[in-house]
């Protein structure tokens, strides 16, 4: 009975809190339950609310009530959390913590992850932060690299930490840089103290972020390292499968897909690693794991979005940089059943590695080399921008940010600022 009042708890806190208060949005794949937004953009773009300055990075913001959260970095000092009223962009407070040291593709990387009452962050250099909203002070922090650290020491840290907090009922749960560590663990949210641990996942380079997803009718954490894909238990960190999809591989970054059938997971990679459809089913308490293909073409760093009974995907990532090669990049329509590419847009527009985000029926991309948004109807016979307008400068061609939607207002990052325009009609 206990383990159920648990899991129902986790399912309650998982699912129902509003807005854009994590990682990739309310249901953690980059799409909002939004309606009424506008049908097409003016040609200067929708009405602009706000521009900020921000150091360098890749995280983007979250939205809870009237408040967007972010976290910002000063290179080689410290990491700083934002507040800020989400309609002005006027900043309200702020809390900078000294992290010093620099990592490659420097900058602020995190996301929060906000509930009503804390506000979870984590740093570059693995400070695992709670903030108390009310007293907007810290309630308590962990240094994820010093509690788990890597096999030789604190000394390698590659490109830092880019996994995102993710609230998990009464925890949050957080990803261990480490090999021979935990590869998550799960901290009570009001005292830090441990709940659970899971098995260590073996290998380092863990960039991808712990997302909760339902499978084979089983809600749990999906996670990825270097090779394998895991499949986390919600309320003990028990791995219920895993599946290696990879013999090598380079920085994961990127969360699974999941068909609306619930049964299909499509893993993607960049670096040349390709893509693996996978088909889940479950008999009893035991996963059953069957590789249906497999495709050349990968996305690094966002997730495919799966509407109707396509995929839409970036293709953006290293293979696809030399102008040769860019009929093979920019937005791809995909059969999910084969994963033959239906349409791909090349290099016009060729959007590097841009965030998508889909709401009310239609796709908004970014052009992370030219600053550009699209906004884009998601039809299977071609592809079919309805709006575009130049929305940052996107200078040194990095906007990786993934792009946020609430009350109508979207959020968007480059390296230099962040941007907020209200789509609302």
């Not at 709401?359 to 080399?369: F, P």
């Not at 996107?394 to 480059?414: E, H, Y």
Request: proline share 5%.
């Amino acid at each position: 009975m206990r383990y159920c009042c648990l899991l129902l708890s986790i399912l309650l806190t998982t699912t129902t809190h509003a807005q854009w208060s994590q990682y990739l949005g309310p249901k953690g794949d980059s799409t909002s339950p939004e309606t009424g937004l506008l049908d097409e953009w003016p040609a200067d773009g929708p009405k602009e609310l706000w521009r900020i300055e921000m150091g360098p990075g890749f995280g983007a913001a979250a939205v809870d009530g009237d408040e967007a959260f972010l976290l910002d970095r000063v290179l080689g000092e410290a990491d700083v959390l934002r507040v800020l009223e989400v309609k002005t962009g006027k900043e309200k407070w702020r809390y900078r913590y000294d992290a010093p040291g620099r990592v490659g593709f420097e900058g602020s990387r995190c996301t929060p992850s906000v509930t009503d009452t804390h506000i979870f962050t984590t740093g570059e250099f693995g400070h695992l932060h709670a903030f108390d909203r009310k007293t907007r002070k810290v309630a308590w922090s962990i240094n994820l690299l010093e509690k788990y650290p890597d096999d030789d020491g604190n000394d390698k840290q590659g490109w830092g930490y880019g996994m995102n907090p993710l609230v998990v009922g009464e925890t949050i749960v957080a990803a261990s840089y480490a090999s021979e560590h935990p590869g998550l663990i799960a901290f009570d949210q009001k005292t830090g103290d441990v709940a659970w641990e899971s098995e260590a996942f073996g290998g380092s380079s863990m960039y991808s972020s712990p997302i909760i997803r339902t499978i084979a009718g089983v809600q749990g954490i999906a996670v990825r390292n270097i090779k394998n894909f895991f499949f986390i238990d919600l309320a003990t960190g028990k791995t219920l499968f895993k599946h290696e999809c990879y013999t090598k591989g380079k920085i994961p970054i990127t969360p699974v897909t999941v068909m609306p059938d619930g049964e299909h997971v499509f893993i993607t990679q960049g670096y040349e690693m390709g893509s693996v459809m996978l088909k889940i089913t479950r008999d009893g308490d035991n996963f059953n794991v069957e590789e249906k293909y497999r495709t050349i073409e990968g996305s690094q760093i966002h997730p495919p979005i799966a509407i109707g009974e396509h995929l839409y995907i970036n293709h953006g990532e290293n293979a696809t940089h030399g102008k040769a090669k860019r009929k093979f990049a920019g937005l791809a329509c995909v059969d999910p059943t084969n994963g033959n590419v239906v349409w791909n847009t090349g290099a016009d527009p060729f959007i590097g590695r841009g965030a998508l985000l889909y709401a009310d029926g239609k796709l908004i991309m970014q052009d992370a080399e030219g600053g550009m948004l699209f906004l884009v109807d998601p039809s299977p016979d071609k592809f079919k921008p309805i709006s575009s307008f130049r929305a940052t400068d996107a200078k040194n061609k990095k906007a990786w940010a993934p792009l946020s939607l609430a009350n109508g207002l979207l959020i968007v990052r480059d390296q230099n600022e962040m941007v907020c325009f209200d789509l609302k009609k």
